[in-house]
């Protein structure tokens, strides 16, 4: 198979591609060394034909790939696509639409959580895929003929289990819950991080309203640092260190530079000075200003309701047929023992109607649940 290398070859393949009502798409990409992924490898696929292309080589134009991305007329299949959804937006600022995404799709059809692909292929186009090339270095040029039979694999049996996920959507009439799914998807909204933002990924490690406030000061900093480099953000600074300088909220470079965690001399350098500055901010904020992690304190006065709740979840997915995690998670289910009106998904559209509604219910006792031959029954009141 080979790759296609030329702009002219893309734009040709790109029209074929367009000519059918689906398309199914993977990459291949590397982030291990930088803060953005590197594209290495594009696989497409229509009914009638696969593609590879190389966005490495030399005077390639992806700008046939992009446009096709953005082709209502033709629907991208993607299996799990956060991150390629991620890649095309960052490259190319289009975000495939319309899009199917056969991970979600197998969770409302009842597959479970977060099925792999390679189980979906397994049951649905009764294959198996050769996992050994998963990890190699997909920048290396040239590609071996394992590696490229492995990526045309990713898109052809993909084709196989988008037709069946579509047709089980539909005898169920359940294609309304894929759309609220892709919604979130296909929103830029969901690719656009902000620095501010970055601290929520550190915030469990952390106990202190005013440890969180220099942390937000610090996490925003690095993760600053680390695009304006495009370097991982452990290159700048790792979490270990971030965390102890946000309990210890160094003022000097001496202090700084006594934390076990932070690397020998790095009080001398220019960052240093940095770092400490963002400390001193977030010293000065106000404690009040910042919530940190409420709802699981009060959930935890709440616990056998929230463990209640669990059990009716497992029975309602089990009743349905579709995985837990789409109906719900476990925040929405603490925020729904505190409050009946909780702003989360489980509260609002087909989730209310399959499981919010039953949640409230068991809440102000009007549904019990019982065990009859092994199995959760629901009684209502």
């Given at each position: 198979m080979?790759?296609?290398?030329?702009?002219?070859?893309?734009a040709a393949a790109c029209a074929r591609l367009a000519k059918f009502p689906f398309v199914t798409v993977d990459t291949e990409f590397l982030r291990e060394t930088t803060y953005y992924a590197k594209l290495c490898l594009i696989q497409m696929a229509s009914p009638a034909e696969a593609v590879l292309v190389d966005p490495l080589a030399e005077d390639m134009d992806l700008a046939p790939f992009y446009a096709l991305m953005a082709d209502t007329n033709v629907v991208k299949v993607f299996h799990s696509a956060r991150q390629d959804i991620e890649i095309i937006w960052q490259g190319g600022g289009v975000i495939p639409t319309p899009l199917f995404d056969t991970q979600v799709a197998a969770m409302v059809c009842g597959y479970g959580d977060s099925v792999s692909y390679e189980q979906l292929v397994?049951?649905?186009?009764?294959a198996r895929i050769d996992k050994s090339s998963r990890f190699t270095d997909w920048s290396r040029r040239p590609l071996s003929e394992q590696q490229l039979a492995y990526a045309l694999s990713d898109v052809t049996h993909l084709r196989t289990v988008y037709a069946a996920l579509h047709a089980d959507l539909a005898d169920s009439g359940r294609e309304s819950w894929l759309d609220e799914e892709m919604a979130v998807l296909t929103a830029p909204a969901t690719y656009d991080t902000h620095p501010e933002d970055a601290w929520q990924?550190?915030?469990?490690?952390?106990k202190k309203p005013k440890e969180a406030l220099v942390l937000m000061e610090i996490a925003a900093w690095r993760e600053r640092e680390a695009r304006s480099r495009n370097v991982p953000r452990s290159r700048i600074m790792k979490d270990d260190a971030l965390i102890d300088i946000a309990v210890h909220a160094p003022t000097t470079p001496e202090a700084l530079g006594a934390l076990r965690s932070v690397p020998n001399g790095f009080e001398r350098s220019r960052p240093a000075g940095d770092i400490l500055a963002?400390?001193?901010?977030?010293?000065?904020?106000?404690?009040?200003?910042?919530s940190l992690g409420e709802r699981g304190r009060k959930a935890?006065?709440?616990g056998a309701t929230i463990e209640m709740l669990k059990v009716l979840l497992k029975a309602v997915a089990e009743n349905e047929g579709v995985a837990p995690?789409?109906?719900a998670t476990v925040d929405d289910l603490e925020a729904i023992a505190l409050?009946?009106?909780a702003d989360v998904p489980a509260l609002t559209g087909w989730r209310r109607q399959l499981f919010g509604e039953k949640a409230l219910a068991l809440k102000a006792g009007r549904l019990a649940l019982t065990v009859d031959r092994g199995r959760v029954r629901l009684i209502e009141y």
């Open positions: 080979d790759l296609i290398a030329t702009t002219d070859a893309l397994n049951d649905l186009a009764k990924r550190l915030r469990g490690r952390i963002a400390v001193a901010r977030g010293v000065a904020r106000d404690p009040k200003s910042v935890g006065s709440n995690k789409i109906l409050d009946d009106e």
